[in-house]
């Protein structure tokens, strides 16, 4: 996984799941807001981002992830993906954080830091912690709920 700063202070990262696999390539998985691309009444709507053999540049942080307990790597690779695209993109609102540089969201709102953390419980369980001295991770803590990667959520 991966972070990459915006400007507040101490400064916000956005996170990217990168799955390196010496078969199948690079693939990065991330949530973005939507801008006029999907249409202007699917405006700032959180969807699933994803891009093949190219690493994001500007990462500050990298944080390895490990399987959770009776998982391969592959598996859990393949679960990422497999969930990532169920995602029921274009439902939910995209949000900013309290008083728009806050460190968390308000409760029931997302951004793509919950949408990662939302991913990774969909397939761990959990919410890893992750460590981020020096940075925000405002949406961290408030993962998007399982059913957006079920492709169950209702427009």
Same mark, same amino acid.
């Given at each position: 996984?991966?972070?990459?700063?915006?400007?507040?202070?101490?400064?916000?990262?956005?996170?990217?799941?990168?799955?390196?696999?010496?078969?199948?390539?690079?693939?990065?998985?991330?949530?973005?807001?939507?801008?006029?691309?999907?249409g202007?009444?699917?405006?700032? $709507?959180?969807?699933?981002?994803?891009?093949?053999?190219s $690493?994001?540049?500007?990462?500050?942080?990298?944080?390895? $992830?490990?399987?959770?307990?009776?998982?391969?790597?592959?598996?859990?690779?393949?679960?990422?993906?497999?969930?990532?695209?169920?995602?029921?993109?274009?439902?939910?609102?995209?949000?900013?954080p309290?008083?728009?540089?806050?460190?968390?969201m308000?409760?029931?709102?997302?951004?793509s830091?919950?949408?990662? /953390?939302?991913? $990774?419980?969909?397939?761990?369980?959990?919410?890893?912690?992750?460590?981020?001295?020096?940075?925000? /991770?405002?949406?961290?803590?408030?993962?998007?709920?399982?059913?957006?990667?079920?492709?169950?959520?209702?427009?």
């Amino acid at each position: 996984m991966a972070g990459y700063v915006s400007w507040p202070d101490p400064p916000d990262l956005h996170f990217s799941i990168i799955i390196d696999d010496a078969y199948s390539g690079i693939t990065v998985i991330d949530g973005q807001p939507t801008f006029t691309e999907a249409g202007v009444g699917n405006f700032k $709507l959180i969807r699933t981002n994803k891009y093949e053999n190219s $690493l994001p540049g500007g990462a500050k942080v990298r944080i390895p $992830l490990n399987p959770p307990a009776g998982m391969s790597r592959q598996e859990f690779a393949r679960k990422l993906i497999e969930n990532s695209q169920r995602f029921a993109s274009y439902v939910a609102p995209y949000s900013a954080p309290k008083n728009v540089r806050g460190s968390q969201m308000r409760s029931g709102e997302y951004n793509s830091s919950s949408y990662v /953390a939302g991913l $990774l419980k969909s397939v761990m369980g959990y919410v890893p912690l992750v460590p981020t001295p020096g940075y925000q /991770a405002p949406g961290w803590e408030s993962p998007m709920p399982e059913y957006y990667y079920k492709g169950e959520a209702i427009r």
